[in-house]
């Protein structure tokens, strides 16, 4: 049984088709990072997930950004997650995980993020990073819904965090100030992430996806 069972949903309510249940901050991480969601993964196979920017304040991070992430395994005492960035036939690696612990994509989305709004609104990055890090681990609504994967309907669950609310370095971000993270996970889907957006003056200012799109043979 998933810790977040145990540790803390606090209520749920029904509205129409849509539960939200209230988490604790452990349910939060719990459910943002699970364990062993990279466990039923054949070796041989990789995700993919495409990832798509809109940065207005600093334009050209559009096209250095927006590309597809492949995730694959290297196997030996210890199996390896490994990230590679894809885009017009060119690899860069985003670094290795252990796959045991969980699907490293949550800190490859929250690190992207964190990197970006360091650079087009010029904060601190350990600030910024401490801040997200913090809103990880708040207590939360999630949201349960639904949504089409690789042509197929899946159950879904979301969390939303604004890691800056109620800072007192708002104005001073240059529309970073309402910064939303939404991470939506599935049963269903492998590797248990199906979307995580980032988005900033909704949008107009920075936004951020990933989206799982297929499980694939390794090359």
Do not use: C
Not at 19 to 48: N, P, Q
Not at 180 to 200: F, I, K, N, Q
């Amino acid at each position: 049984m998933l810790r977040y069972a145990a540790a803390g949903i606090v209520s749920m309510v029904m509205a129409g088709a849509v539960f939200a249940a209230s988490l604790d901050g452990d349910a939060t991480y719990d459910m943002l990072f699970r364990g062993g969601t990279l466990d039923e993964v054949g070796r041989d196979k990789e995700l993919i997930y495409s990832r798509n920017v809109t940065n207005t304040l600093k334009p050209e991070a559009e096209a250095r950004d927006t590309g597809d992430i492949a995730l694959s395994f290297r196997t030996g005492d210890i199996d390896i997650a490994l990230i590679e960035f894809r885009r017009d036939g060119k690899h860069r690696s985003l670094g290795t995980f252990p796959a045991s612990v969980g699907n490293p994509m949550i800190m490859v989305f929250y690190e992207t993020v964190v990197r970006d709004m360091a650079e087009a609104a010029g904060g601190s990055p350990d600030y910024i990073r401490n801040r997200v890090k913090e809103a990880l681990i708040q207590p939360t609504d999630m949201t349960a819904g639904e949504t089409i994967v690789d042509g197929r309907m899946v159950a879904t669950q979301t969390i939303r965090m604004n890691p800056f609310a109620g800072d007192p370095n708002i104005d001073r971000m240059k529309g970073f100030g309402d910064l939303e993270l939404r991470v939506t996970m599935s049963e269903d889907v492998p590797g248990w992430y199906t979307h995580l957006l980032a988005e900033a003056s909704g949008g107009e200012v920075y936004k951020s996806e990933l989206t799982f799109l297929r499980l694939d043979s390794s090359p």
